[in-house]
């Protein structure tokens, strides 16, 4: 049984980690590249997997290798696919992704076909099946129905729209949310003005703040909690990291201050690795919580 189902990109990721970001006609030194897995979606599932949480995805990839190779790191894994179509004759999603000296991000890439499944691919029954199911970037009209879906069948529901929230109608898939996850630009450019911080009688709102931590919003009040105090090498992947911790402990405690406690720590963690796909163990988290290592 699939306990979350995560719904939205799966992509193949280049990342390059150079000396600094260039300027227009400028250049750049480039220490290492690497490949792997990425996409939220597929980051969150690969994620709760290692939290030793059923996880299944619904997303798409193009039939050619990249594709394989990104279902190949998912299945060993332990992430179930079934949700994941294969498109014939069509290239997987490949982002390009920066990572300077700081840890800070910059990304490059096309689309491809991570964003082929259309409201009328989707399977109610796999929706019925979890017990929860979080939304990522992808088509509105297809998060907005995984959403109405969950909602009819009492299966509480997560959205983190992610960077291009401020450019798509999110406004069904909102509606229906039980936790929204977003970062302190997102909340002033368009969450804000919707969901209210003061007004949330019925949802809890979530801002990270990446090193700085983060803060939840409850019907009972504010939580905020300052994050760890471990170097950044590479901050891709630990908004998802970070979301695969809470809804990990969302769904084992009603202790808001535990979730977050936890949440933050799994960030932290994949923050001082490489690679988006670099979800910690529950060993490694207890570890930093028993550490104290607080900002």
Known sequence: MVTVLTAGHVNWDVTLRVDRFPEPDGEAAIHSQRQSGGGSAANVAAALATLEVEAGLVGSVGDDDNGLLARRELEAAGVDLDGVR????????VKYILVDDEGEVAVLGNDGVNEAVRPSDLDPDR???A????????????AGRLASLASDAG???SVDPGRRLAERDYDEALAHADVIFANDREV?????????TSDFSDRILVVKYGGDGAEVHTPGGSIHHPGFDIEAVDTTGAGDAFA??????????DDVERILEFANACGALAASVEGARCAPTVSAVEAVLDGDHTR
């Open 131 to 142: 017990d929860h199911v979080h939304l990522t970037s992808q088509r509105p009209d297809t």
């Open 244 to 253: 695969a911790g809470f809804l990990a402990m969302y769904l084992e405690t």
């Open 86 to 93: 294969i498109i014939e004759g069509a290239d997987t999603a």
């Open 127 to 129: 929706v019925n099946r």
């Open 188 to 196: 002033e450019s368009m969450i804000e003005e919707t969901y209210p």
């Open 155 to 157: 299966v509480t529901v």
